[in-house]
């Protein structure tokens, strides 16, 4: 009888242990990366889209900013980025994007170091790429982990200087999804400034929220949006840009 309960005993473990083994794993199966492997390219379809007070603004280059920044503008295209080295990226665009050929440095997080002027799209890989580095280890489904997202380069390059309180925002990821290879990832963040006028309260903020989609360890989709707004009662304006990248 003792030895039929260590048979069954062992039998069920083994069952117990086949089980497991085959049941999907929230887990993602690869490290994920802003950037293609050393040696390798990501061929993107990379799109703009801003937007003032909910309308659309027309095609092409808004007036061009200190230091050769654009204000962010509709367009779309391709982007190319091939991993030279270890410490640096080349970036190209073409098909209708604003002008860009680049090869910039690359810290061991795999940040971009910032070009010059900026560029919208070079800016959205370093915001993954800061995402991703401040990421909990092994990225499983419902991590949660925050990053400061850093303000994109129109916001400051403007007449006035921006306050250094909203030069960057605390932003809160999660883990949405992992389904083998595939990992979905969400994350936003707001800062608002209230204050009392004569004329009454008055608002000041802006928010961004990243929506990525990782397939094999490497970007698939990635979306960010900025929201830049504020007023008071009756004379509100708010400024949206959405900037995504798309692997081919």
Same mark, same amino acid.
Request: net charge neutral.
């Given at each position: 009888m003792r030895h039929f309960s260590r048979q069954t005993l062992g039998v069920t473990l083994t069952v117990v242990v086949i089980v497991a083994f085959f049941i999907p794993q929230a887990v993602a199966d690869a490290s994920l990366s802003a950037l293609p492997s050393v040696g390798a390219s990501q061929v993107f379809s990379a799109t703009e889209h801003y937007s003032m007070n909910g309308m659309s603004m027309p095609p092409g280059p808004l007036p061009t900013l200190k230091d050769g920044e654009q204000m962010p503008?509709? /367009?779309?295209?391709?982007?190319?980025? &091939?991993? *030279?080295a270890a410490d640096s990226v080349h970036i190209a665009a073409s098909d209708g994007l604003d002008t860009f050929d680049q &090869? !910039? /440095?690359?810290? *061991?997080?795999?940040?971009?170091? !910032? !070009?010059? !002027? /900026?560029?919208?799209?070079v800016e959205l890989l370093s915001n993954v790429a800061a995402v991703l580095a401040a990421a909990p280890a092994p990225l499983q489904k419902d991590a949660t982990w925050s990053v400061k997202l850093t303000s994109p380069s129109w916001m400051s390059s403007g007449r006035l200087p921006l306050p250094s309180q909203m030069s960057s925002v605390p932003a809160a990821f999660k883990v949405v999804s992992v389904t083998g290879n595939s990992v979905s990832v969400h994350g936003d963040g707001k800062f608002e400034n209230n204050i009392q006028t004569i004329r009454g309260p008055a608002t000041s903020g802006w928010s961004a929220s990243i929506d990525c989609k990782f397939m094999s360890g490497r970007i698939h989709m990635c979306s960010k949006t900025t929201t830049l707004g504020g007023g008071m009662p009756g004379a509100q304006f708010n400024m949206s840009d959405v900037v995504t990248l798309t692997a081919k």
């Open positions: 503008h509709d /367009q779309s295209g391709t982007l190319t980025v &091939t991993r *030279a &090869t !910039p /440095q690359v810290d *061991a997080q795999g940040s971009i170091a !910032p !070009p010059k !002027p /900026q560029y919208t799209f």
